[in-house]
């Protein structure tokens, strides 16, 4: 099952905005989730990675977005978080977000499951 996306939408700068990215039916022996985003008039393999999460909580953030970002899970739901703070107009994307399996500190994301992805428009 893919992932499903929600919680984009369009805010100044320096506003904030939450995503949520619900999956189920992935379930791997080392398990995590990623967040990737699209810029505008990029294809999909010029995606930047954002942020990981493990299964055990264990984060991974791209120095882009390190100290404005947070990645975080609810379990039981099955769902995981990027409460975005301090948005910046080249934060402007589509994202996304793909279950993987995490080694060595990083989340590879697997193939196949990548969701439909929502878009965030910050204007200046």
């Known amino acids: 099952v893919q992932p499903v996306e929600s919680g984009g939408g369009s805010v100044q700068a320096g506003g904030s905005l939450r995503l949520s990215c619900a999956a189920s039916?992935?379930?791997?022996?080392?398990?995590?989730m990623a967040w990737y985003r699209q810029p505008p008039g990029k294809g999909p393999e010029e995606s930047e990675h954002v942020a990981d999460i493990s299964s055990e909580g264990l984060t991974r953030y791209e120095d882009s977005v390190k100290g404005r970002f947070t990645i975080s899970q609810d379990n039981a739901k099955n769902t995981v978080y990027l409460q975005m703070n301090n948005l910046r107009p080249d934060d402007t994307a589509k994202y996304f977000c793909?279950?993987?399996?995490w080694g060595g500190g990083v989340c590879y994301p697997a193939a196949g499951y990548w969701g439909q992805g929502t878009h965030v428009t910050v204007s200046s």
């Open positions: 039916g992935y379930t791997s022996s080392s398990d995590c």
């Open positions: 793909a279950p993987g399996d």
